[in-house]
């Protein structure tokens, strides 16, 4: 009887052990299921996003940013976003981590920042304890106004400037590097849809306040003229992205192409564009195929990287005067491209100021809940030198739109 009663106890034990466990692995699993099934959309969405970017952002690991210590900061606030207007503001308030121009949503609020550099008409920077006018954007409202290079910006709207950058500093980390603050500078001073900016400065001793409020951009896709008998002058107006460009700029340079100079002014073309035209237009001015940008990609999940050269092929007849490229803070994306192609060419000088520094070849993107979409680099671009485009410097290096102007006159004529 003994034998038997031990046995059939221990029998007993063992299916209970096995019980317990299958009863507490169903529980794991309902409650998994309902904690899924309770996330909200835009805690859906969040996630998807901060997914999208951890695999696919091309400049996480270079800008040093702790993308998980973002998704333990805006894993709570989602938390209490209620409707589709808080979470956009929300998602654009995530992109500030990435401090960099070139990532954005395709939908805004009235609320929202403009974005930049396309919105952005002063460059303001940090200089010691002061803020100083460091270049215009020319035929903007900043200039317009009457504000001038030089001034020191003292409030925006009315507030201290140095509270009001908290809103677009980056929070994974609290040591602030230069293009962090640079970063949030130009958002500041770019505004928002809904609110007049009010700017008030020192100069000479003397306050002023100034309400910048005009926008504006030539309609035509170019602009263009002799300035003398041996140099002409075209300036693309912020339409790089537009294929129509191509035969005016086609045009326009058939009618130029006996001048000994030619200055191709770049530094209105803060929206970028796309490499069909920025082919078409340097293809006219080489005799050869030529490379002149590299591109990287991650394969994360192999952790391989993939390489390729764009190269520019010859199209009609080649312009083959001296070139002289001008770039400045509100040359972006494709327009760096093209600086910098042109400089792996060596058929240009480019002259300028240091570009608008935005980050790779963007790709889209779109949430499954909300149906907002966004853009962010995929991409890695690098000059032929292997120099990581938004660090080129132009061969002539100057301060400001004035005094890029003012070189390339001394230069060309």
Known sequence: ???????????TTMKLSLLTKAIFTIVFLFLTKNNIFAQTKYQKDFYEFWSDINKHYAYLERQNINWN??????????????????????????????????????????????????WSDLRVEKNGNKYLIKD???????????????????????????????????????????????????ML???????????????????????????????????????????????????????????????????????????????????????????????????KVLPYQIHEFDEKDYDTKRHWVEYVSPR??????????????WTGSMGEGIAIGFDALDRATVIGTPMAGLLGAISNFRLTETKIGFQFPTERLYHINGMPRDDFIPKILCENIEETLKKAKEIAF
């Open 69 to 118: 210590k973002v998704k333990e900061i805006y894993s709570s606030q989602v938390e209490k976003v209620t409707n589709d207007n808080e979470f956009i503001q929300f998602l654009e308030n995530t992109l500030n981590e990435l401090y960099n121009g070139h990532s954005s949503l395709s939908t805004n609020l009235n609320t929202s920042n403009r974005i930049i550099p396309s």
């Open 316 to 329: 009609k007849k080649t312009y083959k005067g001296n070139v002289y490229i001008l770039v400045g803070h």
């Open 1 to 11: 009887m003994v034998g038997p009663m031990k046995y059939h106890f221990k029998n």
């Open 189 to 287: 001073f770019a505004g928002t849809h809904d609110k007049k900016r009010v700017i008030t400065v020192v100069e000479n001793g003397e306050r002023k306040t100034f309400e910048p409020v005009s926008y504006g951009n030539r309609n035509e896709l170019l602009y263009y003229k002799i300035i003398n008998g041996n140099t002409a002058y075209i300036k693309i107006n912020n339409s790089l992205g537009n294929n129509n460009l191509i035969a005016e700029f086609d045009k326009t340079l058939d009618s130029l192409i006996s001048n000994k100079n030619l200055i191709l002014d770049l530094t209105e073309t803060p929206s970028g564009g796309n490499s069909t035209v920025a082919r078409a237009i340097m293809g006219r001015f080489v005799n």
């Open 136 to 186: 215009l954007r020319k035929g903007f409202g900043a200039d317009l106004a009457g504000l001038k290079i030089g001034m020191q910006v003292t409030l925006f709207n009315g507030k201290a400037i140095d509270e009001q950058l908290k809103s677009f500093l980056p929070r994974f980390t609290d040591h602030y590097s230069p293009k962090m603050y640079q970063y949030a500078l130009d």
